[in-house]
């Protein structure tokens, strides 16, 4: 692992981070931003899953999450969103797949499962690196994220309930597999086969079975993407149905960036801090 | 006035804008937040300067202001550094001078003197459209920055002590005719006689018999430009010497980054709401 620059703020250090990763067989950029608190020892860990066209730094220049994270004692880890870089295929000019779009899967079609494998960096391969290299609690970990991560996170902490002791989103996609800035890079990724997307659902996973017991949700009203392409009501609707807790806060004349997220993002850390203590 | 983007955050308004200036003969870019409080009445306005290399853009970014002037009801106004685009005299490659280095200064020199009018700008101009566009109570201003605009800051609170209740700034210039990353824009802008230069150097305004009140200045130690660029300790020495009540606080391993600046901004803007009561 490779420091690429390191600086203090809040308290604590803001670092950014490279490596050799062999999931998507390229090297990968990170951003680790590590509170005072852990100067005394591991301190719990919150992974921040960015959206589409995003890098690590998007969150880390515009999501104002440190004073939050210094305050409450937590590490946040904001992974890249996808492979990147020469020999790695992509389609020049759409946001809505490849570079900057990995949706957090593992693709299983040529030539995208070569490289394509968030799912497997995201869950697997960085939070191995992240517990050699940092004074972290893997015992103690929460997970959130915005549209493309929003639906990473929740999608992540439904698989693995036993590994998250929270979840939320921002604006997260509810149902990529339907949407239509999602549903062709599922068909890319995945196959034709609409059975294989529903393991990369929230709903969808949801009405098959899948647990978690609290999500939170904020969600604005002036957000562009909203009707066609976040659609909370479905995530509501399923939930509901599975008698999940969900609070899904609409929030009035707020958009997709980051303006919104920064303002709702000290009360998401407050929310996963609590059940991370 | 021309509105480029608009959005809701904090509670308030984060806009960008556009508007053909007079004093630089060509179009500037500014960006405004504007508190909740403002639907019931004009409330203090708060410049903040920026630094080299920047536009509008970084401190909208990165400087995490929002929460703090939305607490303290306070609009936030973010100018360019200085005259930009086609036809405006530039020295390609030099950070230090010319586009994102007008150093608040109103150029004498050609062929700068013609658009490099950024203390006429942003004391004159800005200030007047602000006044007609947003809900400003303009009998209530304070002025803050960072390096290049923690000088711009000073030297304006110094020059119109009568304007602004409130000083501060972010690793200031303390002393730009001196400094090898200030005198040559100096020269080139206001001409070879270091006389002209004072009006535009914060510590020789001070010696020269200008007074403002009390300032607060944040400074990092591990910033890579304080022992030759910056030096609070001149400042420091001329507000001692002046009976200028200087709050000087040196900030260890903090360097020179929006990361160190967002770290104390919300410092800066209660120091200013307390004065702008």
């Not at 999500?215 to 995530?235: E, H, K």
Request: proline share 7%.
């Amino acid at each position: 692992m490779e420091t690429v620059s390191k600086a203090r703020a809040h308290g604590g250090t803001q670092g950014v981070y490279k490596h050799d990763a062999q999931t998507t067989g390229c090297p990968m950029t990170f951003a680790v931003f590590v509170p005072p608190q852990a100067e005394k020892g591991p301190v719990p860990v919150l992974w921040y899953l960015s959206g589409l066209t995003c890098t690590h730094a998007n969150v880390m220049d515009k999501g104002e999450y440190r004073k939050a994270a210094a305050d409450h004692g937590v590490i946040v880890v904001a992974p890249d969103t996808s492979p990147r870089g020469p020999g790695i295929p992509d389609e020049e000019g759409n946001w809505q797949f490849g570079s900057g779009a990995g949706f957090y899967l593992d693709a299983t079609e040529a030539p995208y499962a070569k490289n394509y494998k968030m799912w497997s960096y995201v869950t697997e391969e960085l939070p191995a690196l992240i517990a050699r290299e940092f004074p972290a609690d893997l015992s103690r970990q929460g997970i959130f994220g915005h549209s493309m991560g929003g639906h990473g996170a929740l999608t992540i902490a439904l698989t693995y309930p036993e590994r998250f002791k929270s979840c939320s989103a921002f604006a997260p996609i509810a149902q990529p597999s339907t949407a239509g800035w999602s549903k062709p890079a599922f068909e890319k990724y995945l196959g034709s086969d609409p059975a294989a997307w529903r393991a990369h659902d929230a709903t969808a996973l949801i009405e098959d079975g899948k647990r978690f017991p609290e999500i939170l949700v904020d969600q604005g009203t002036a957000d562009s993407f909203l009707q066609d392409g976040l659609r909370p009501w479905l995530l509501e609707e399923a939930c509901k149905k599975a008698g999940i807790a969900l609070t899904l806060n609409m929030r009035e004349g707020y958009d997709h960036s980051y303006f919104f997220i920064s303002t709702f993002m000290a009360d998401h850390i407050a929310w996963a801090a609590a059940r991370l203590k």
